[in-house]
């Protein structure tokens, strides 16, 4: 992803930090945010309100939501106050719009007011649909779509929004961080934001990471993962039993190990002789992420790889109340991996 918005065909595109659009992009317009991801959304609505105050430091601000929108409540909060006449209104929940205000609303989108900013907001999924196709086919409307990002596209947005506060994080580091902190964008956003200011200037590498995130219960559970696919049974035990006495949940180190082997699943059953970036794609990880591969497939056979993901599905349905004691499904797990591994 880019860190800047991106104007293709009246539709820009949600990133981590969008350059802040011109007051006459947004007076006399109409800007639809629509998607999935509300940290992105939040940022669009917040750039449209930053050019509108640039264009009048006391230009009001009205909120409303679809559902309590009519066009008598949409003209009183466009109308000029006695204070400004530059006003921005925002329509947070397009998809709650009642049917009967729909023709109204698009009628004032075909011509808005040259001195109202109007931000309609739009959460994503079908509902509402047909009124944004229509909204989309008007002139004075502006769409800044945010999509649900893909598993392998996390570290690169954490990539991105590291080097938004200015500091670059390494791509290994961005993986881990995303690890620990989970696919939550506000979580993802809030730890590039603490590392970046008790880092300031310094490049955010793994060992950073792990010293502030290192203790997070998803990170330690791939940590076990790791040393277990590489063959590496005391070392993975010996984390094994440090995850589980600091609190992290059996069901995150077995979600651990699907992962990894999965990974190597498909690293193994990928063509060959693809392109670095084709392969990652194949393969559904990081770029960098395949120099790890590359690594632990070595001593993996097929019957070994599927031995394996066998113990562990066994093991998950285990820790989730198959067997009676998790710890000791947890080290059979380990141990059944690692010989795996070996298995020729």
Not at 80 to 88: G, K, N, V
Not at 106 to 134: I, T
Not at 298 to 315: C, F, M, N, P, T
Request: glycine share 10%.
């Amino acid at each position: 992803m880019s860190t800047h918005a991106r104007g293709v065909g009246g539709v820009w595109q949600a990133v981590p930090t969008m350059a802040t659009p011109k007051a006459s992009d947004v007076l006399g317009h109409v800007t639809l945010v629509t998607g999935p991801e509300e940290l992105l959304n939040q940022r669009a609505v917040a750039a449209v309100l930053q050019a509108v105050r640039h264009a009048d430091e006391e230009s009001e601000v009205s909120e409303t939501t679809a559902d309590q929108l009519s066009m008598g409540a949409l003209a009183d909060l466009a109308a000029p106050s006695l204070f400004s006449a530059i006003r921005c209104v925002v329509v947070r929940g397009l998809e709650d719009l009642p049917d009967d205000t729909h023709d109204g609303l698009l009628g004032y989108a075909a011509s808005p007011a040259e001195d109202v900013g109007l931000v309609l907001v739009h959460s994503g999924g079908q509902k509402g649909s047909g009124l944004l196709a229509k909204l989309r086919k008007l002139g004075p409307v502006t769409e800044v779509r945010s999509t649900a990002l893909k598993p392998s596209e996390y570290a690169r947005w954490v990539a991105a929004e590291s080097r938004s506060h200015g500091v670059r994080i390494a791509e290994d580091a961005a993986e881990l961080l995303v690890q620990a902190v989970g696919h939550d964008l506000r979580a993802l956003a809030g730890a590039c934001h603490q590392l970046a200011n008790d880092f300031a200037g310094q490049p955010l590498t793994a060992d950073v990471v792990r010293k502030y995130f290192g203790g997070r219960a998803e990170v330690k559970g791939f940590a076990v993962a790791d040393h277990a696919i590489y063959g590496r049974t005391a070392k993975a035990l010996e984390e094994l039993r440090w995850a589980l006495d600091n609190g992290t949940a059996p069901v995150l180190v077995t979600s651990a190990f699907a992962s990894g082997l999965r990974g190597l699943a498909k690293y193994k059953s990928a063509p060959r002789g693809l392109r670095e970036g084709d392969l990652a794609r194949e393969v559904g990880v990081p770029p960098w992420k395949l120099r790890t591969l590359r690594e632990q497939v070595r001593g993996w056979e097929d019957v070994g790889l599927v031995h394996a993901i066998r113990a562990v599905a066994q093991a998950d349905a285990d820790v989730k109340g198959a067997a009676s004691d998790a710890s000791y499904a947890l080290e059979r797990m380990v141990i059944t991996v690692t010989e795996a591994r070996a298995s020729r």
